[in-house]
T-cell receptor
Framework: DAKTTQPTSMDCAEGRAANLPCNHS???????VYWYRQIHSQGPQYIIH???NNETNEMASLIITEDRKSSTLILPHATLRDTAVYYC???????????????FGRGTQLTVWP | DTGVSQNPRHKITKRGQNVTFRCDPI?????LYWYRQTLGQGPEFLTY????????KSRLLSDRFSAERPKGSFSTLEIQRTEQGDSAMYLC??????????????FGAGTRLSVL
């Protein structure tokens, strides 16, 4: 699985868009980019994933560059409840025996302030 | 609540004691994962089950650790002769198994272990 690089921390004003970058320059052609977040004292929560095209769901948007070497998670209107550690993970959904185990790095601590 | 359930939420034990944690996955999810998370770090993979078969174990899973998933439903993680270094959050996750599996893993709230 490709290694990902994220900033250690970011902050954002409530109501503004939060843009969280992730570099995955060694990603292979069939590896997906997944985003999870972890609110303090809770288990990680799936946010969104994508392969090539930009994706949007009720939680966020995922913008993947054309060369797939980086991506950005966008929370369009951040709220205080979005304060969490955000993890960007690149992996194959199914690969032999590993069957999609997640490799979490240290993620980005996003702090949303009032 | 139909999410992943973990019990207990907190466990305090003395060094050398055995502890057992339980995970109840989302029903019909045939994949179950255990992760460990220490302070300031992201979760680290420990082991994985597909139905009742344990298919992979991380090198982090020493001989003192054992996991089971009888009948492919709930799972237990046992730590024997606990050490202070075992203090961590133990997370369980489950996902569906399908040909076009997206491997979206749903996590429980974890069991926080403190070894004194």
């Amino acid at each position: 699985d490709a290694k990902t690089t994220q900033p250690t921390s970011m902050d954002c004003a409530e109501g503004r868009a939060a843009n969280l970058p992730c570099n995955h320059s060694t990603i292979s052609g069939n590896e997906y980019v997944y985003w999870y977040r972890q609110i303090h004292s809770q288990g990680p929560q799936y946010i969104i994933h994508g392969l090539k095209n930009n994706e949007t769901n009720e939680m966020a948007s995922l913008i993947i560059t054309e060369d797939r070497k980086s991506s950005t998670l966008i929370l369009p209107h951040a709220t205080l409840r979005d304060t969490a550690v955000y993890y960007c993970i690149a992996l194959l959904p199914d690969r032999g025996s590993t069957l999609g185990r997640l490799y979490f790095g240290r993620g980005t601590q996003l702090t949303v302030w009032p | 609540d139909t999410g992943v359930s973990q019990n207990p939420r907190h466990k305090i034990t003395k060094r050398g004691q055995n502890v057992t944690f339980r995970c109840d996955p989302i029903s019909e999810h045939n994949r179950l994962y255990w992760y460990r998370q220490t302070l300031g770090q992201g979760p680290e993979f420990l082991t994985y089950f597909q139905n009742e078969a344990q298919l992979e174990k991380s090198r982090l899973l020493s001989d003192r650790f054992s996991a089971e998933r009888p009948k492919g439903s709930f799972s237990t993680l046992e730590i024997q002769r606990t050490e202070q270094g075992d203090s961590a959050m133990y997370l369980c996750a489950s996902s569906q198994g399908a040909l076009l599996a997206k491997n979206i893993q749903y996590f429980g709230a974890g069991t926080r272990l403190s070894v004194l």
